[in-house]
């Protein structure tokens, strides 16, 4: 027995996707499409999409939230495992990179359960709460602008429902948590934000070392 999490070398991880990865065909040229992209890495891993995908089947999940969409590699996870009627509000600024999101969500057939909200999550998240969306959601998916990480927390777990999941993408942050001397202000916030959850006695929590880190907090 080993106190440590395997070291999943490019081999093994190879391994791990041939064996388990199940993609549908648009998400696949959706990554290939972005592979070569110079923030290729602010896109989700393909073993982290299908993780979300099976979080949302297992909560049964209608309504989503995804903070920071990029180019809708995992909006498109996430819409194709709610139901027909199911939502995903997907908030993102940036037009240029979720126009092309949404060309690929309409080859998917799936652009109907995605509501593209391009405002600061912020603003989004706020106007869902004076809305009365409180306490109505099943999920969501944090991976935006990590000085914001805590505010969208807050607000996420006012949406929420009871048993509801919040996912956060980022929180090891390549190992940067660790290194005191880091003081970038995105790796204190995410230094902030994980204390803070460590203490959070509202949600049931987990982080696991998936990707470059998740952490899901479920909500009592
Ligand atoms: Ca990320």
Redesign the pocket.
């Known amino acids: 027995m080993t106190r440590e999490t395997i070291h999943v070398t490019g081999e093994l991880y190879s391994y791990l996707l041939r064996v388990s990865l199940r993609e549908h065909e648009v998400l696949r040229r959706l990554r290939d499409a972005n592979a070569g992209h110079p923030l290729a890495?602010?896109q989700?891993s393909p073993e982290q999409g299908q993780f979300l995908a099976f979080l949302l089947r297992m909560l049964d999940a209608r309504k989503v939230i995804e903070v920071?969409v990029f180019m809708g590699y995992g909006t498109l996870w996430m819409a194709l495992n709610v139901p027909e009627d199911g939502k995903v509000i997907a908030c993102d600024i940036n037009e240029e990179w979720t126009g092309i999101a949404r060309r690929y969500w309409k080859e998917a057939g799936v652009e109907e359960r995605i509501d593209l909200r391009l405002a600061p999550a912020r603003q989004t998240l706020d106007a869902l709460v004076a809305g009365g969306e409180s306490g109505s959601f099943d999920l969501v998916f944090i991976?935006a602008d990590k000085t914001a990480y805590l505010y969208y927390y807050e607000r996420s777990l006012e949406l929420l429902r009871p048993g509801g999941v919040i996912a956060v993408?980022?929180v090891l942050w390549s190992g940067r948590v660790l290194d005191v001397k880091d003081t970038d202000p995105d790796t204190i916030a995410i230094r902030q934000f994980n204390e803070r959850l460590s203490n959070d006695e509202r949600v049931d929590l987990i982080m696991l070392p998936i990707a470059?880190g998740v952490t899901l907090a479920r909500k009592r």
């Open positions: 890495t602010l989700i920071g991976d993408d980022n470059d």
